[in-house]
């Protein structure tokens, strides 16, 4: 997962910084993704525990935490939120890495479910 998230957010950072010269982005690409990686690695670490302590439950603990990671990407962006202006750029910035990191999470849950099936 760290080579992924090396490369995309190498991706991204050239895309945002030579690319895109028209906008000024606030949030920092590093940031985000750090911010994603840390929250991604720690929801897996968590569904590996619930899928190895009561495999019928991580479902739930993926739905959950999902929750969580929504709130935890409002309080993230809530400085963004707070300021007037168009901050369109930040926020396609943000979720299109959290929809690739969210992708990664259920390729895991089903991984999960799948050999606990077996």
Not at 7 to 34: H, P
């Amino acid at each position: 997962m760290l080579p992924l998230t090396a490369v995309l957010c190498g991706l991204q950072y050239a895309l945002v910084t030579y690319g895109i010269t028209g906008y000024d982005f606030q949030l920092s690409t590093i940031t985000i993704y750090a911010f994603h990686f840390t929250v991604t690695f720690l929801i897996y670490l968590f569904l590996l525990y619930i899928s190895r302590r009561s495999a019928d439950k991580t479902g739930y603990a993926f739905m959950g935490c999902s929750l969580l990671r929504m709130m935890a990407s409002v309080v993230f962006l809530w400085p963004l939120i707070a300021q007037e202006g168009s901050f369109v750029g930040d926020v396609l910035a943000f979720f299109v890495p959290y929809f690739v990191f969210l992708t990664i999470e259920v390729f895991y849950v089903v991984k999960f479910v799948q050999e606990r099936q077996e």
